[in-house]
């Protein structure tokens, strides 16, 4: 447990807790030897018999917002952090946890709950969150000021609660765009980032083998580049899916099992979004106008743009070197991908440079 968030919230939790009690935790590397019994929840949150709960506040949208809402009310809060408030159904046993970092803390929990006073536009704008594109510097920048929000986490967390009509100004997360699709209404903003896919696949595959990642936490796909030789892994059936993971994220609706010969249709349907004159899509080099765009039509101002998630070059040479012997293969895997993020360039063009295009 060397994160310090974690690390202050379970010595927190420990300065509470009585022989009956029953922690509801964030699966994780928590130490032995608590009292009261622990359960860990990795999506959805099923609070059960818990009497002490630590809410990590990355995964409000794992939980009801009604049950959220009525241990908000109704229980104590004995610590809060960056990442997590820490509730307890009985008064806890020691004094409560004050201040004005306590209001600090909490006040991401109290906007949640109260997001739908707080929306301030019509319309509510979709974020398909591609991994290794710089979403997530995207993300912090367009929500820094915009109150009513959600982000999910997992696909499994949206499904589970997904937002109502109208209910946020900006929802976004790791969801592709088909399942996210029912609950877009006509009028409905759909924003997302798309990466030079041979640099975003090198990403999530320098990732994958960074020496201080938890291999507990990556996916099957993710242990598997880690763990073979990049070459072999290239050769099993799920490598064009993980290549093509932009692609298949905004045009697959995976009711079925991927295939190739079913990448003319998925081009068509990111096509048809393209085509809507509200949505924006641009590529990761343009972050920075995307941001100024996306903010605008959300009549609010952006929050600085930092990147976020790079890998150390330096110490993984040899993983380079192992990636780039195998170029021509992923440029084979990856050509639908590549035809996408040609689309969007070519869009994108048009949109910042009219005169040019012209």
Known sequence: MQDPYWHDAWVAAQRHVGRDDRLLLPRGDWPGGAAGDIRCYDDAIDLGDATIFFLHKARMGCIDRSALRQVFRTWYIFHANEVFICFRKRR??????RGMAHSRHVGVLTRYLDSGRRKRTDRTMFFVHLPKTAGTSAWRAMAAHVPSKIYYEMYSAFIAN???????????????????EPRIRPDDVVTCLFREPVSRFRSAFLHSRRPDEDPATFTPVMRAMRDMPFREFLK??????????QSLMLGFSFREHYQESLDGDIFDSIRQYLRHPLHVFMTSDAIEPFVNRTVGLLRSRPGMVKRHNSSDIVRQQADVAEFEDCLEEVKALGALDAAVYRLIRAQQARVLHPARAS
């Open 92 to 97: 806890p046993l020691l004094p409560l946890f």
């Open 162 to 180: 997904p937002p109502a009509a109208g209910e946020y100004d900006l929802v976004g997360g790791h969801i592709p765009l088909r399942v996210m």
């Open 236 to 245: 099993r059936p799920d490598a064009r899916m993980e290549v093509s993971q």
